[in-house]
Antibody, heavy 127, light 111 residues
Framework: QVVVVESGGDIVQPGTSLRLSCAAS????????MHWVRQAPGKGPEWVAA????????FLADSVTGRCTISRDTTKNMLYLQMTNLREDDTAVYYC????????????????????WGQGTTVTVSS | QSALTQPASVSGSPGQSITISCTGTSSDVGAYDFVSWYQQHPGGAPKLVIY???NRPSGVSDRFSGSKSGNTASLTISGLQAEDDADYYC???????????FGTGTRVIVL
């Protein structure tokens, strides 16, 4: 069974750091692009970050560029999101998701659609 | 990041067909066939129902279909069922710095 499970969410103060983890099972993260998507309370989803299937490219939303890093550990089959200088508007449920297929534009890998999602981990940033 | 524009709500009776629009620009929806649609029930994670404009993932009902014309993509749900009552979001790759944008979301109400 193809499953992803997020962890690491917490209640933190503004300006602090947090690392979210995503454990994948039933597939290898080394073979699929992976994403982080967040959803603030009462709002729609917002794409945050992605890493290509081969790990050669990472993509970040404007709202987290300079503050977040996406990475993976293929030996542990894990995905991570390192967040620094957290702000109150980072408060959200953070989902990990697997791509259904590789999206290629010309010869360039781009973020693609996501077919497997976890149940999310909650990050609350509050003073 | 600029979101794709969707109607706030669409309603229909069981058995009817409804269509949800997703309007973008020539930098996203109109530029590439990288439009996807997600269904989300309250308290749950999004579920992929259409990708690359017209493709259905394995296990998704063939009552869901997608299309695109110019800068507007559409999701049609035929034979509406009670279980289709949910929020629906379109997404697209974009050439802007946003890279990947979601729509504003549409609440589908099954009457």
């Amino acid at each position: 069974q193809v499953v992803v499970v997020e962890s690491g969410g917490d209640i933190v103060q503004p300006g602090t750091s947090l690392r979210l983890s995503c454990a994948a099972s039933g597939f290898a993260v080394s073979q699929y692009g992976m994403h982080w998507v967040r959803q603030a309370p009462g709002k729609g989803p917002e794409w945050v970050a992605a890493i290509s299937y081969d790990g050669s490219k990472t993509f970040l939303a404007d709202s987290v560029t300079g503050r977040c890093t996406i990475s993976r550990d293929t030996t542990k089959n894990m995905l991570y999101l390192q967040m620094t200088n957290l702000r109150e508007d980072d408060t959200a449920v953070y989902y990990c998701a697997k791509e259904i297929s590789i999206a290629i534009l010309g010869l360039v890998i781009v973020p693609g659609p996501m077919d497997v999602w976890g149940q999310g981990t909650t990050v609350t940033v509050s003073s | 990041q600029s979101a794709l524009t969707q109607p706030a709500s669409v309603s229909g009776s069981p058995g009817q067909s409804i269509t949800i629009s997703c309007t973008g620009t020539s930098s996203d929806v109109g530029a590439y066939d990288f439009v996807s649609w997600y269904q989300q029930h309250p308290g749950g994670a999004p579920k992929l129902v259409i990708y690359d404009v017209t493709n259905r993932p394995s296990g998704v009902s063939d009552r869901f279909s997608g299309s695109k014309s110019g800068n507007t993509a559409s999701l049609t749900i035929s034979g509406l069922q009670a279980e289709d009552d949910a929020d629906y979001y379109c997404t697209s790759y974009t050439t802007t710095s946003s890279l990947y944008v979601f729509g504003t979301g549409t609440r589908v109400i099954v009457l």
